[in-house]
Every structure is written in C-alpha cells, then in structure tokens.
C-alpha cells in the first residue's frame, strides 16, 4: 500500500515545504524531496516539481533553514557563514550537519517514514549545488542495510567533513547519480573518487557545457527521467512528455 501523501501540518515547525501531489490524482507511490541550492528558496523548485510530472509521485520542495547573510534574500544550508578570502563569494561547503538531520530524521524519518507510511526505498532526493551536497550526504548517513530509493545532485560533491567508509565497512547502498559541466565544475577527480569509495552504485553524467547549472534540455534531463524510471516504483512508467524543458 502506498503511503499517505502529506500535509505541511504534518512537518515540524522548523521544516517549510511546498507540496506538490502526483499528477492526476493518482496515488502518491514515491515522494520526491527537492533542495535548491545557495542562497534560493523552495518556491522554484516547486515549479520545477510540477513540470516533472512523474508518475505516482509526489514532490516536496524544502526550504533550507538558514537565512542569507546581509540581507541577501534566500537561503542557505550551511552550519556556518564563510567567504573565500580571495574571492570574497560565500563558501558552498561549510558543514552540514544541522541540514542532514532536519532533511533525514525531521522529513524522511518523523514525517514521510513513521507519520505517512513510506519506506525509505519510496524516497528518493535530487539537490542542485548545496542542495546536492546536503543530498548525498542523508544517504552516505544512513545506517547500514538502510536505502533510499536514490539521490540525485546537481553539481553537488559529497561534503568535505562526511565520513567515509572504512575498507572493513560495506559502501553505502543508496544509488546516486552526480550531474556536472565539462569544465568549471565542483565535481573534480578528488571529489568524484571519494563519492566512488562511499557508494556502490555512482553514475556521473557529464554535460557537454561549463558549469553545473540546472539541466535546460532534453539531452541533460535524459540520464535523469532515465534514472527516475528505473529507481520510482510505478506501474505506468516515465511519460515521453515529462523531460520537456522550459
């Protein structure tokens, strides 16, 4: 049986959602959980949700929990606030401890797991930035026999501070899929040979452009509709018309 799609009522008072049920009316089999990245808001990633249109599924797009310095606007998932002494740009990985527990034990756990009735393998989180580093980080701390149904980042490498698995522990299970730009990318060999040594199942995508800015077309978004259609469970599959862009 599926699992009891939720309300905001159902959250925490820390946690801000925007809920996006499954197209159709049908039955919200899988949960999506969307984390935008450095200094954004929930509020565009709700609508990027909503063009998904993914088959029995529903999408949640959580707000970080901090506030930007400075009156920046936005938000950001960090424990600290740091700039780049050389740029002056605010660092992307300043811990993450405070955003992986309300992410793990406040939404997925407290709410989606014990109050809704979902398993952990009809969960399944894509980041963009820090939102992707948040995101690979709820999966490299769960605990052992434990799976998510996958992760998805958006340039967003495994945080600095995360604990990898010693040689005598099995490598996390939850299969992950990093997207990045050809060049000027936050995932360089370092950070792609330590996602490599935390989880059994890694796929990179490599776009054929700088950056690692949200997909813009068809070709992008494939490898991850194709992703979705192996890891959601759904009777009726990826629709063609859900990769659509714009």
Same mark, same amino acid.
């Given at each position: $049986?599926?699992?009891?799609?939720?309300?905001? #009522?159902?959250?925490?008072?820390?946690?801000?959602?925007?809920? !996006?049920?499954?197209?159709?009316?049908?039955?919200?089999?899988? !949960?999506?959980?969307?984390?935008?990245?450095?200094?954004? @808001?929930?509020?565009?990633?709700?609508?990027?949700?909503?063009?998904?249109?993914?088959?029995?599924?529903?999408?949640? #797009?959580?707000?970080?929990?901090?506030?930007?310095?400075?009156?920046?606007?936005?938000?950001?998932?960090?424990?600290? !606030? $740091?700039?780049?002494?050389? @740029?002056?740009?605010?660092?992307?990985?300043?811990?993450?401890?405070?955003?992986? +527990?309300?992410?793990?034990?406040?939404?997925?756990?407290?709410?989606?797991?014990?109050?809704?009735?979902?398993?952990?393998?009809?969960?399944? %989180? %894509?980041?963009?930035?820090?939102?992707? $580093?948040?995101?690979?980080?709820?999966?490299?701390?769960?605990?052992?026999?434990?799976?998510?149904?996958?992760?998805?980042?958006?340039?967003?490498?495994?945080?600095?501070?995360? @604990?990898?698995?010693?040689?005598?522990?099995? +490598?996390?299970?939850?299969?992950?899929? !990093?997207? +990045?730009?050809?060049?000027?990318?936050?995932?360089?060999?370092?950070?792609?040979?330590?996602?490599?040594?935390?989880?059994?199942?890694?796929?990179?995508?490599?776009?054929?452009?700088?950056?690692?800015?949200?997909?813009?077309?068809?070709?992008?978004? $494939?490898?991850?509709?194709?992703?979705?259609?192996?890891?959601?469970? #759904?009777?009726?599959?990826?629709?063609?018309?859900?990769?659509?862009?714009?």
């Amino acid at each position: $049986m599926p699992g009891t799609l939720p309300k905001e #009522s159902d959250f925490p008072a820390n946690v801000t959602v925007a809920i !996006i049920p499954a197209p159709k009316s049908q039955k919200p089999v899988n !949960i999506l959980i969307l984390l935008h990245g450095l200094g954004d @808001t929930h509020t565009p990633f709700a609508t990027f949700g909503t063009k998904l249109q993914l088959p029995e599924t529903a999408c949640i #797009s959580l707000r970080a929990p901090a506030d930007m310095p400075f009156d920046l606007g936005g938000f950001h998932w960090g424990d600290n !606030i $740091m700039f780049d002494q050389n @740029t002056e740009e605010m660092e992307i990985d300043t811990g993450f401890k405070k955003s992986t +527990k309300l992410v793990l034990e406040d939404v997925v756990r407290k709410t989606l797991v014990k109050k809704c009735g979902y398993g952990l393998r009809e969960i399944v %989180l %894509l980041g963009f930035g820090q939102g992707g $580093m948040v995101a690979v980080n709820v999966a490299a701390e769960l605990g052992l026999g434990e799976e998510l149904g996958g992760v998805v980042s958006i340039g967003g490498p495994l945080p600095g501070n995360s @604990t990898l698995p010693d040689r005598a522990s099995k +490598k996390k299970q939850t299969p992950i899929v !990093i997207c +990045k730009g050809n060049r000027m990318s936050a995932i360089n060999e370092i950070n792609a040979q330590r996602l490599k040594d935390t989880f059994q199942f890694l796929e990179v995508v490599q776009w054929k452009r700088p950056g690692d800015g949200m997909p813009a077309t068809k070709e992008e978004m $494939m490898p991850i509709m194709q992703f979705f259609a192996r890891r959601l469970r #759904s009777m009726k599959g990826v629709p063609e018309g859900s990769i659509a862009i714009g």
